[in-house]
């Protein structure tokens, strides 16, 4: 009775744990605002660029400057920096506090992961602010609300493909340049570097289908108003696909990885 | 019933090796070799429920490397493994709810800018402490471990001691049936060390918890555990009270006499002298001879005071690690 009665709470418990987990890592990571606001400003970069760039191609296009505020605010809200909390917990042995608890390690995970990105909004949302109105962006609530489903599954979709290359922390101590590579395919495909919408016909497909799309132009797209009706749902089944593929690639690492840990240093 | 069952047990790491040099190198970025490194070969034994045994042995004995299997921090490469009838390997919650792991070098985990406090709700809520017994554990944890201070103070602001005091504090608030505790006292001083053993005694006494401990300090070792499990180069040397060992490994005992007008020749022919220094006298004496000696000595000599003691601890197990138990 009392095992049905746990497991009937349970997703409700998960949540709960979710919830402290954040709480508790806001404030650790308040101590480290100095270094939240290098991440912010790695984070920011690229769109400003892309923003400059494509500005003086098309200055009379307005669409240019709403798509990059909007991707800079996608990018610092979504941007995923397991390298430096999960990858370096394997590193120095501490994961093994979060193994002893009677809960799944991707609580521990997914609460830094979230209060990282609180932290990241509450700084980033100045300098979008700040861009957009000396850009004179305006962004519609409709489209901005419209853009809510694909932004929740490209945060998640951002989450699990950082996550995946972080696994490899179990077998090599070379993790940041991995996920350095993952965030260059971002960079290179996710609409940073140029609008999707800028890109010659098959590559743009391929964007389209890829993963990275689905992480950061797609919710900026859906937001500034230019992508709507039934290619957001086709977004989101890419988004959905993608969110599968990795997540199941992450279970496997995952697991083959926990089984080689040696616990260095603890 | 058994609280924990260790059979045929092996640990084997894989180290990567390469030879020194440019061709070595350049091979191995080919052709990476390995070494197998065994840290634990075949351990077995077996604890009872509240059963409190020190697990002993010198620097890469394999103490650790088994305590972390026991936990279901490590894989073992084979053998079979029962911790309060769960597969530790498993993880699985109702077991590790029942298990708390206690390492000196890393008291507490996770969040360092939480305060104590904070810590110790947030252990309730993960541990499913229902909070009339919380009240309960946090008032007796804050008495018996003086706590009273450190509720209000970040984890990262404590001491080492602190920290240890409030990591029991933590791991103790469920309850655990199954503690294992790798080098308690690493670090603490002789108060912190005495508070710690003095809790974890009456903690096992009072819940019957069963208690693996790994520790350097032979103190730890003599004031906790009745039973011994000694491993070395990941083989058990030997397995039994501690007591024993050091009668099987020491032969003889030590007499302390004060007897300021003692002739030294005559405390020379009862036994091998071993120290001298303003009228106290130490010797060395064998173990059946004690009773026949001490009975001459007092007769002989003017003696003010006298007392037999058991070779030190230290002395003891030294010699198990150097020469092995035999």
Redesign the interface.
């Known amino acids: 009775m009392t095992v049905s009665a746990a497991q009937y709470h349970r997703p409700a418990r998960l949540l ?2 979710i919830a ?1 987990r954040i709480r ?2 806001v ?2 990571w ?2 480290s605002w100095w270094f939240l606001l290098t991440l912010v400003v790695q984070a920011i970069v690229g769109p400003l660029i892309g923003m400059f760039v494509w500005s003086a191609v098309y200055p009379a296009d307005p669409y240019v400057a709403t798509y990059y505020v909007a991707l800079l605010l996608v990018t610092v809200m979504t941007e995923s920096f397991e390298q430096f909390t999960f990858s370096e917990k394997i590193y120095d ?2 994961i ?8 799944p390690v991707i609580i521990s995970t997914i609460g830094t992961n979230l209060a990282i990105r609180i932290w990241l909004t509450v700084m980033g949302i100045p300098v979008a602010v700040l861009t957009g109105l000396a850009f004179g962006v305006s962004l519609t609530w409709s489209a901005v609300l419209s853009a809510l489903p694909v932004f929740a599954f490209g945060a998640i979709l951002s989450f699990c493909w950082i996550l995946l290359l972080s696994l490899t922390a179990f077998w090599t101590e070379r993790v940041h340049s991995i996920v350095g590579f993952g965030w260059t395919l971002n960079f290179l495909f996710g609409g940073t570097i140029a609008p999707l919408a800028f890109l010659p016909g098959p590559l743009r497909e391929i964007g389209q289908i890829l993963p990275f799309y689905g992480m950061l132009g797609l919710p900026a797209d859906v937001a500034t108003g230019r992508v709507h009706g039934p290619p957001v749902l086709t977004g989101l089944a890419y988004q959905g696909a993608w969110i599968v593929v990795f997540s199941a690639l992450a279970v496997v690492l995952w697991r083959a990885g ?2 080689r ?3 260095v240093g ?1 | 019933m058994t609280a924990v069952v260790v059979e045929d047990l092996c640990m084997t790491y894989r180290a990567p090796i390469r030879g020194s040099g440019w061709k070595e190198t350049l091979s191995s970025v080919f052709n990476r070799q390995y070494r197998e490194v065994p840290a634990v070969r075949n351990v077995s034994f077996t604890l009872a429920p509240g059963e409190v045994v020190g697990f002993i042995g010198p620097n890469g004995a394999g103490k650790t490397t088994t305590m972390k299997i026991l936990s279901g921090l490590l894989h073992a490469t084979s053998g079979h493994v029962q911790v309060l009838g769960f597969t530790p390997a498993q993880r699985r919650s109702d077991f590790l709810r029942r298990i708390a792991f206690i390492r000196g070098s890393q008291p507490v985990g996770g969040s360092q800018e939480l305060t104590v406090l904070d810590t110790l709700r947030y252990q309730r809520l993960l541990y499913e402490v229902p909070p009339a017994e919380y009240r309960q554990s946090l008032a007796e944890l804050t008495d018996l471990l003086d706590l009273e201070d450190l509720l209000q103070r970040q984890l990262r602001a404590l001491s080492l001691g602190e920290k240890m005091r409030a990591g029991l504090a933590l791991s103790l608030l469920y309850r655990p049936q199954m503690m294992f505790l790798d080098e308690p006292t690493l670090g603490l001083d002789v108060t912190g060390a005495t508070t710690m053993r003095r809790f974890v005694a009456e903690y096992a006494e009072q819940t019957g918890a069963t208690v693996l401990l790994t520790s350097h300090y032979m103190a730890d070792v003599a004031s906790l555990c009745p039973r011994l499990v000694l491993i070395d180069k990941g083989k058990v040397q030997y397995d039994g009270k501690l007591d024993e060992l050091a009668a099987k490994l020491s032969p003889y005992k030590l007499v302390r006499l004060t007897a300021p007008n003692a002739d030294e020749q005559r405390l020379r022919d009862a036994g091998e002298l071993v120290e001298a220094s303003n009228g106290t006298w130490v010797l060395r004496v064998p173990r059946e001879e004690v009773a026949r000696t001490t009975a001459r000595l007092l007769t002989e000599l003017d003696v003010a005071d006298l007392a037999v003691e058991e070779a030190p601890l230290e002395a003891v197990i030294d010699r198990a690690y150097r020469e092995g138990v035999g």
């Open positions: 709960h744990l402290l508790m890592e404030l650790e308040s101590g042995g501490t093994s506090h979060d193994l002893l608890k009677p809960q926990i089984r840990y040696t616990v603890a």
